[in-house]
């Protein structure tokens, strides 16, 4: 308690865990890919793909009641985020080795309402706002225009003896 009570400036210990598991759950300091530039980075491309994938899985297991999952639009702009400079910057003009034109603001696009600047995903000409497109690429949905084969078969971990799920399971195999 005396480690915590120093730690973390709390007097009592339920504040004091609170400080403790708020710490430990923080994402600290993202780096590049926590940031808005993120698609500049070649590495963003197949890391954004298996991000989806384990959302994909959680949302599956979360529907079959194996898993909580919020699914609550949340987002909220704070000043304390480790990567937030407080600047937007537009990459429009930007050729070869230049520098965008940056201002301070927000950068946009984040909240549930906020229409995703892609469209047309079907061919119907649609446009979808952030929320719609979340249940867009719902593993449930019906106008999903793509599926994983599978979410607990890593062949590439598989082949240096990584595995995540017991093979003796089926029952856990998705």
Known sequence: HHFLTDSFECDDE?????RAIGFMAHVGHAGEMFT???????IFWPIHGLADRFLQLKRLQAYDGLTTLDETWGYEH???TPSDTRHVCDWSDVEGMQMPTCSVGTCP?????????????IGDDESYTNVEFYDFVSPLSEDMPYVYDTFTVWP???????DFWSTDDDSRRI
């Open 14 to 18: 339920e504040t004091c865990l609170e």
């Open 78 to 80: 704070s000043a304390y």
């Open 36 to 42: 808005s530039a993120a698609p500049y980075d070649p």
């Open 109 to 121: 696009g984040h909240k549930s309402n906020d229409i995703i600047p892609w469209s047309n995903f």
């Open 156 to 162: 590439g971990c598989s082949a240096q003896g990584l």
